[in-house]
């Protein structure tokens, strides 16, 4: 049986809604009309509560200086 170890499961996590975010981010979806004017937002949105998650986890638990090493692979990614 494979042991999955949270850190793994957090790198995932945030390159995963990394992709997400980039592949998803020219939909959008209406949120409504306001004085006339059509209201869009896009998908990506969406992601973003996960992807804040997982970053304050990693700072909780890891430490800033390993949190700041999965954003700079997540910029990488990108």
Known sequence: MVKI????LLVALYIFCIAVSELMGGKTVPL???????LNASVALLVVP????AIDIMV????KERARSL????VFVI
């Open 71 to 74: 954003v700079a692979c997540g």
């Open 60 to 63: 909780e638990v890891y430490g």
């Open 5 to 8: 170890q949270r850190l793994d």
């Open 32 to 38: 409504g009309t306001v004085f006339g004017f059509h």
């Open 50 to 53: 996960l992807m804040y998650s």
